[in-house]
């Protein structure tokens, strides 16, 4: 429970952790932030790592000048994109073994299959919405992997859907991020950020649950 309060506190207060780890760890702050996308987006056990909202605060931690923007973007955008390769690649070589086990311990079925009829549903196009999906964002390129999809197709899609996602929040965060109203409410700005991001999972299940499918 404790680990669970502190995490929360991390993320609720992601600029002023952010700032902190510029002040004290200089240069190698963009290889933190790099590991921490990398794993978000390319090992499907870590699906609770913030993305959102980590880039929305290394938007506006740069827009200080405590981080270069051009820098922090590309560098986390090769970061979610080779993540996204190794994820790819679980999937295609160990998915479909642990697709069919009901007892995995490493894995969450439900998100797995939840993952998989968002796959269904939006085809290869899934590699980029699901981008801005939490937790489907990670197990979708493990989904894509356990189908075969065609790799050039599935690195198209995931380098313009990587690539547009790490622009569009660090963007963000720059641009808005320092303006005193967001600045001085920055906790309630991540929870909206959230709430934001987990809406269409959470559209989803209500459809679901509103409308079963036939047995």
């Known amino acids: 429970m404790e680990l669970i309060q502190h995490l929360i506190e991390i993320v609720l207060h992601l600029d002023e952790h952010l700032i902190e780890l510029v002040r004290r760890d200089g240069a190698w702050t963009y290889a933190i932030l790099c590991l921490i996308v990398f794993c978000e987006t390319g090992l499907v056990v870590t699906p609770f790592l913030p993305g959102d909202s980590l880039l929305f605060a290394v938007g506006a931690v740069a827009a200080t000048g405590g981080l270069d923007p051009q820098t922090a973007s590309l560098l986390l955008a090769l970061a ?4 996204d390769n190794v994820n790819y690649w679980l999937g295609h070589w160990v998915g479909p ?3 069919r086990r009901e007892d995995s311990r490493l894995l969450n079925k439900q998100h797995l299959e939840r993952t998989h009829r968002f796959y269904e549903k939006y085809g290869a196009k899934a590699i980029i919405f ?4 939490p937790i489907v964002r990670t197990f979708a390129p493990f989904v894509a992997g356990i189908g075969r999809m065609a790799y050039p197709r599935f690195l198209l899609y995931s380098v313009a859907g990587g690539a547009t996602w790490i ?3 660090v963007s963000a965060g720059y641009f808005f991020g320092t303006i005193p109203i967001v600045k001085n409410n920055f906790s309630l700005v991540i929870l909206a950020i959230i709430a934001i ?9 209500w459809r679901a649950r509103s409308h079963p499918e036939p047995a």
């Not at 979610?80 to 993540?83: F, L």
């Open 80 to 83: 979610c994109i080779s993540g």
């Open 97 to 99: 073994v642990v697709f």
């Open 130 to 133: 699901a981008r801005y999906v």
């Open 167 to 169: 622009a569009l929040l």
């Open 197 to 205: 991001s987990v809406m269409p999972a959470v559209i989803e299940f």
